[in-house]
């Protein structure tokens, strides 16, 4: 793995520290502003007797943090890559199941939730692209 250009080394980090980043916002909101995430999303007041926002963002946790383990060593350990691609697939499915089973759902919330999906597609093939290239190299 010593001969990843300085280029591709940085673009990589960038790439899953803005992963992580992004994560961690999501997951804060969850958290720490629920009801800024029912006004951004629902146009709503929070309720949410059954936990399930805070599940989500429990779930972003995890992202955060197997995305940071792979930013530390995915230099030395680039199967961290198709790991973080793996978790970036299992949200698939979810945002599009979202929109169409809310009741409210705002115009950002729609956007958001509507370009997550394949986002995350995207990201996943970059990763799994990366890793690729890194095995080339060996």
Known sequence: MNNISTKFKLGMNLFLFALVVLDVVLSSLCFFAPETWFQLFHGADYVDPQGLLRRTGALWVAFSLFQFIALIKWTSQPYWLVVVAGIRLTEVFSDWTYIYFAENVTWYGKMGLFIAP?????????????????????
């Open 118 to 138: 394949p986002g995350n597609v995207v990201f996943a093939v970059i990763l799994i692209k990366a890793y690729m290239c890194l095995q080339r190299e060996d």
